[in-house]
């Protein structure tokens, strides 16, 4: 829960100029200091812009589109869906002709003293069928919007009084739904399911809880710690005396755990090299064990990464989706093998960049240098004469899309290439 004071917005700045691209720092600086757009009201929700829509397609959506009925949702709060924000009006009471699908709601609560400051992001993604009411309320003590158990009677006394309704309702903003499907497209339910936290809520920041909750000075007494109101002599002293925090559980977003042994148990030292340049037994590893039925769920799960990174502003998803990217286009064999899911990944990547203004790389680049060299060492792999011919043709077009808007250069031969340094495991050693 947010309280909305100045301190709060002081530390979230510091935590954002601390891990965060320049770009996403100065938008969410923007955001948060009420910077950004200047939004005008319309129909109990102010829009940062209206949209335009014939008159007989609004109809047929308002009657087999999906709605989104939220109770008491305050006067001010942020609130999203997909792409889009606003900031709600008085009569705001949820979203209508929503198209059916995969959606993200996001919401951030506003300061008492300040509405154009704002508190972290809570989010959800949820699937929504034709003619479908989903129903959410306010929570005022957590300051979030959750869902609603509401019976099929009560569903249909809804639907039957949308007409009524409609004034309270904004209309899904469809000039960002293409946007939003070409970075969803491979996000279904079941992934969802699998991989949202349990608690159905994906926040801008980690939930924690102390490890060891000490609520009296009694309890501090017994393990041998100062009262909180004794004054630290260091600062070294105070950041001991803090206590360990960790995830509260059901929060954290349960995404694929990669592997960081590379190789299958009993390997010889070749094939630990082997499997070290290159990850296709990692891949494998991966897909089979988390993914059996469809391997291009993996890409689903890389879409669901950067849908929370981008919108739903956790930097957690950001390292993930890295760790993805990385594992996928360092497996030279499986470029080979994996025809389709590698087209699909160029797909992906195309539009997902797309979304990334040029100076989010300045900051890799100057960091490590992740995406050049992950995407050059992918490029090297499809260049082999067994990849097929149309997956090449497919990953020269989008190399020269990116050489063309970042200006980068594939064919130069990277400042890292030094030979791969593997550590053996213990008792194996080299004939």
Not at 107 to 126: I, K, M, Q, W, Y
Not at 135 to 159: A, C, F, G, N, Q
Request: include cysteine.
């Amino acid at each position: 829960m947010w309280v909305g004071e100045g301190a709060a917005l002081t530390d979230r700045k510091r935590l954002l100029c601390a891990e965060l691209p320049a770009w996403f720092v100065s938008r969410e600086l923007d955001r948060f200091s009420g910077r950004g757009p200047r939004l005008s009201s319309v129909a109990g929700v102010k829009y940062m812009a209206t949209v335009e829509m014939d008159q007989e397609l609004a109809k047929k959506l308002f009657f087999e589109g999906g709605t989104l009925v939220i109770i008491g949702v305050p006067e001010g709060i942020e609130f999203g869906i997909d792409y889009s924000c606003w900031q709600v009006g008085p009569k705001f009471k949820g979203v209508k002709m929503i198209p059916p699908g995969i959606h993200f709601m996001h919401c951030s609560a506003v300061s008492n003293r300040d509405a154009r400051l704002t508190g972290p992001r809570t989010g959800c993604f949820f699937h929504i069928k034709q003619r479908d009411i989903l129903v959410k309320r306010w929570d005022k003590k957590e300051e979030e919007i959750v869902l609603v158990e509401v019976s099929e009677e009560e569903r249909e006394r809804i639907r039957e009084n949308l007409t009524e309704l409609d004034k309270c309702l904004g209309p899904y903003p469809y000039d960002t739904m293409k946007r939003w499907v070409s970075l969803t497209n491979l996000i279904t339910d079941p992934l969802i399911q699998m991989l949202q936290p349990e608690s159905g809520k994906i926040c801008a920041f980690a939930e924690v809880e102390p490890e060891l909750p000490m609520p009296h000075t009694k309890d501090r007494a017994e393990q041998n710690l100062l009262p909180y109101d004794t004054l630290c002599k260091s600062y070294e002293e105070g950041l001991a005396r803090l206590p360990k925090m960790k995830v509260k559980a059901g929060t954290e977003i349960r995404f694929t755990a990669i592997p960081k042994q590379k190789y299958p148990e009993g390997a010889s030292p070749a094939e630990i090299t082997k499997c070290s340049m290159d990850f296709s037994y990692a891949l494998d590893s991966v897909i089979n064990q988390r993914y059996p039925s469809n391997s291009k769920d993996i890409l689903g799960e890389l879409q669901f990464s950067f849908v929370c990174f981008l919108i739903g502003n956790v930097y957690d998803a950001f390292e993930h989706w890295k760790d993805l990217l990385r594992l996928l286009c360092h497996c030279e064999e499986a470029v080979t093998k994996q025809k389709d899911l590698y087209s699909a990944l160029i797909s992906i990547l195309y539009h997902q960049l797309n979304e990334i203004p040029a100076d989010f790389f300045v900051d890799i680049v100057s960091k490590d240098n992740f995406l050049t060299t992950t995407l050059q060492e992918f490029f090297s792999y499809t260049c082999g004469p067994s990849v097929d011919k149309a997956l090449q043709k497919r990953v020269e077009k989008f190399k020269a899309h990116l050489t063309k808007k970042f200006k980068w250069d594939f064919d130069e031969e990277p400042d890292d290439c030094a030979p791969v340094m593997v550590e053996l495991p213990e008792g194996v050693t080299l004939d």
